[in-house]
């Protein structure tokens, strides 16, 4: 039987595939591979999520205006330039889906998100890579890559998987040295993680009347995953577009109610943000003690280089109930990536890199 064909670059993608959540044979594991908040959500968001339970009988807020109104009190932006979607990753979709096709090319730094590549297949578009400088973005390859078919740029700052960051001025100067016409998508997944007062996670360019667009996540130190939620600050014209092409009801009411409660929850993301920072430098100089490089980050995880032992250390901690994540997909097979737990979990992935540790020397 014939089959049908589908659209020129779907065959080329590799499908996403995310952190394990199991380890065969074992019963009892911690999951250190998604860069999850291990401490979990506001416990507001928890209860207004359980209260949507009397309302599944009705469509959610196709607008999500209550959200989005909360969302640009807490961060200072007018909410009619605001978005939300179901995880930030559906926002990046859309902005692909609206802007880049056949003949197109999209760019982002080679160790960047997988889901630009794949989005970019998807809607025929072409991928473009830019090296990086020790795992961190340069804005001259990256500009250096730039040509007339060029019409998004996505940076993530701080970038995933490496963790690492560009400073602002960095990021503006890619701004001012791209051609005005080019989208610049500001990844700002773990923007909450950086308590310097110095980062701007690109709100201010995008303010600036910039084509710029700033994506943002529940995802990570909000602790809700599960319901997929995120959003993006853009001009009212990139807004419109988007919403266009949006589904009417892209975000659950269950949803909704959670990430208002989480938004509305501060201090409970202050206090995330203080027990990560603890854990990270912890879990970061105890590694360092080992002998093994840890690439500088800002965010809720770490990329280790175990060199040649990467797959053993792998299998190691796998068969200890501890789960991280191998990077070989991202181009870093000599990497681990490992999220920061709680610090009985960082305690114990930290004895069981000691005794590997032991072993491997002798």
């Not at 280089?305 to 990077?327: C, D, H, P, T, W």
Request: net charge negative.
């Amino acid at each position: 039987m014939t089959q049908p064909e589908p659209k020129a670059g779907i065959t080329q993608i590799k499908p996403y595939v995310g952190g394990k959540s199991k380890s065969d044979g074992v019963t009892q594991t911690i999951k250190l591979s998604s860069n999850e908040n291990p401490w979990g959500p506001s416990p507001r968001a928890v209860a207004a999520y359980g209260m949507a339970a009397g309302q599944l009988q009705r469509y959610p807020d196709g607008a999500h205006g209550t959200l989005r109104e909360m969302i640009g009190r807490v961060h200072g932006l007018p909410p009619e330039q605001l978005i939300c979607g179901a995880g930030s990753d559906e926002l990046l979709g859309l902005l692909v889906h609206a802007y880049a096709g056949v003949g197109d090319e999209v760019l982002f730094t080679e160790h960047g998100f997988l889901m630009y590549r794949i989005y970019t297949l998807a809607n025929g578009a072409t991928p473009v890579t830019a090296a990086e400088n020790n795992l961190t973005t340069d804005v001259d390859a990256l500009l250096a890559k730039v040509t007339a078919k060029t019409k998004i740029v996505f940076l993530a700052n701080p970038n995933n998987p490496t963790g690492t960051v560009i400073p602002f001025s960095e990021v503006k100067r890619l701004r001012e040295a791209l051609p005005p016409q080019v989208i610049l998508g500001l990844d700002a997944a773990y923007a909450e993680y950086i308590d310097d007062p110095a980062y701007d996670a690109g709100a201010s360019l995008v303010t600036a009347g910039t084509n710029s667009i700033m994506f943002r996540t529940f995802s990570k130190i909000y602790g809700l995953p599960a319901i997929r939620l995120g959003w993006a600050y853009a001009p009212p014209a990139m807004i419109d577009i988007l919403n266009r092409v949006r589904s009417p009801f892209n975000v659950t009411a269950p949803a909704l109610l959670a990430g208002l409660a989480a938004v509305e929850d501060q201090d409970y993301i202050a206090e995330m943000r203080m027990k990560n920072t603890q854990e990270r430098v912890r879990v970061t100089e105890a590694l360092q003690a080992l002998g093994l490089q840890v690439i500088p980050s800002q965010t809720n995880f770490v990329l280790v280089k175990f060199g040649a032992s990467a797959a053993s250390a792998n299998q190691y901690l796998m068969a200890r109930g501890l789960i991280v994540r191998e990077v070989g997909n991202y181009g870093l097979p000599e990497y681990l990536l490992i999220s920061i737990g709680t610090t009985d979990e960082n305690t114990q992935l930290l004895a069981a890199l000691s005794d590997f540790s032991a072993q491997h020397a002798a």
